[in-house]
Nanobody
Framework: QVQLVESGGGLVQAGGSLRLSCAASGRTFSIYTMGWFRRPPGKAREFVASINWSSDGTYYTDPAKGRFTISRDNDKNTMYLQMNSLKPEDTAVYYC????????????WGQGTQVTVSS
């Protein structure tokens, strides 16, 4: 009942920046936590960052900390991931995910958007 669509991926040179967007639709009132995950080529999906409803609780994986910034605009039902100082190892398919306040896991996932960082 919640649909998530990512956008903003593309090809960027190392050291450059990209801003990913995740647009939510459907039963968006039920969403409390939103997060970004990524799947590097040949590797399993991994956590990148998450943010709660009021945006006062954010978490980042160590590789993203200090370079990536997660944010959300609840009026627009949109979450963002600002990625700066990109590295080739950031190359991956990036996925948007969402969960209810008391959910034990992320229940909703987008289709992903490709981010490629050239050296």
């Amino acid at each position: 009942q919640v649909q998530l669509v990512e956008s903003g991926g593309g090809l960027v040179q190392a050291g450059g920046s990209l801003r990913l967007s995740c647009a939510a639709s459907g039963r968006t009132f039920s969403i409390y936590t939103m997060g970004w995950f990524r799947r590097p080529p040949g590797k399993a999906r991994e956590f990148v960052a998450s943010i709660n409803w009021s945006s006062d609780g954010t978490y980042y994986t160590d590789p993203a900390k200090g370079r990536f910034t997660i944010s959300r605009d609840n009026d627009k039902n949109t979450m963002y991931l600002q990625m700066n100082s990109l590295k080739p190892e950031d190359t991956a398919v990036y996925y948007c995910a969402a969960a209810g306040k008391f959910a034990r896991s992320y229940d909703y996932w987008g289709q992903g958007t490709q981010v490629t960082v050239s050296s």
